[in-house]
């Protein structure tokens, strides 16, 4: 099926370890975006991409890094994670322009212990 | 920080039944969108209403604008079970920012 998907679904790290969340779309969407989801809270931005070979920090950027691969792939990356960091994390990206919803994956549900 | 509020936070209603969720936002937007989310999965975007539209259908969803008083509602007709999910709104930042900010939801629970 078409859209937005998500690898890993579920994962558990240790404090400091690192990991790298992927995502891919393929309806051929210019922009894609990294959020993350905690109770109560609804969803924030951690980084997004406008388009190929361009990211921008988002509300939340702090502990991440992400890498546009190429029109398809959005990478996220933790480099030590941390118990706040604990959270589930969608990807979801959108044609360029203003008229247009988003697609999201299904998330990635990411616990650190 | 986010620009839509959702309300109520929760709502509880019988199979058949309208079920209507407002949002208030606190700054000028270039257009307001609403999505669903089932427990455990992803958002599935609904409708996106622009700031010169007031009102817009799309099957049993009806959302509207207030652009005076900076809100929205989005009301589904004739509830089923399958209605029940977290529904959010979602605005940008007006001019040239189209990037959505989410609230926090409404729960919705449809009894059958």
């Known amino acids: 099926n078409a859209g937005v998907t998500q690898t890993p679904k579920f994962q558990v790290l240790k404090t400091g370890q690192s990991m790298t969340l992927q995502c891919a779309q393929d309806?051929?969407?210019?922009?894609m975006y990294w959020y993350r989801q905690d109770p109560g809270m609804g969803l924030r931005l951690i980084y997004y991409?406008?388009?190929?070979?361009?990211?921008d920090k988002g509300e939340v950027p702090n502990g991440y890094n992400v890498s546009r691969l190429n029109k398809r792939e959005f990478s996220l990356r933790l480099e030590s994670a941390a118990p706040s960091q604990t959270s589930v994390y969608f990807c979801?990206?959108?044609?360029?322009?203003?008229?247009?919803?988003?697609?999201f994956g299904s998330g990635t549900r990411l616990t650190v212990v | 920080s986010q620009q839509g509020e959702e309300d109520p936070q929760a709502l509880s209603i019988q199979e058949g039944e309208n079920a209507t969720m407002n949002c208030s936002y606190k700054?000028?937007?270039?257009?307001l969108q609403w999505y669903r989310q089932n427990s455990g999965r992803g958002l599935v975007h609904l409708i996106l209403?622009?700031?010169?539209?007031r009102e817009k259908h799309s099957g049993r969803l009806r959302v509207t604008l207030d652009t005076s008083k900076k809100s929205s509602s989005l009301l589904i007709t004739a509830s089923r079970a399958a209605d029940t999910a977290s529904y959010f709104c979602?605005?940008?930042?007006?001019?040239?920012?189209?990037?959505?900010?989410f609230g926090r939801g409404t729960s919705l629970i449809v009894h059958p």
């Open positions: 700054t000028s937007i270039n257009n």
């Open positions: 209403i622009r700031s010169n539209e």
């Open positions: 991409s406008a388009s190929e070979g361009t990211t």
């Open positions: 309806m051929n969407h210019n922009s």
């Open positions: 979801a990206s959108s044609p360029t322009g203003q008229d247009y919803g988003y697609t």
């Open positions: 979602a605005t940008d930042a007006g001019g040239g920012s189209y990037i959505p900010t």
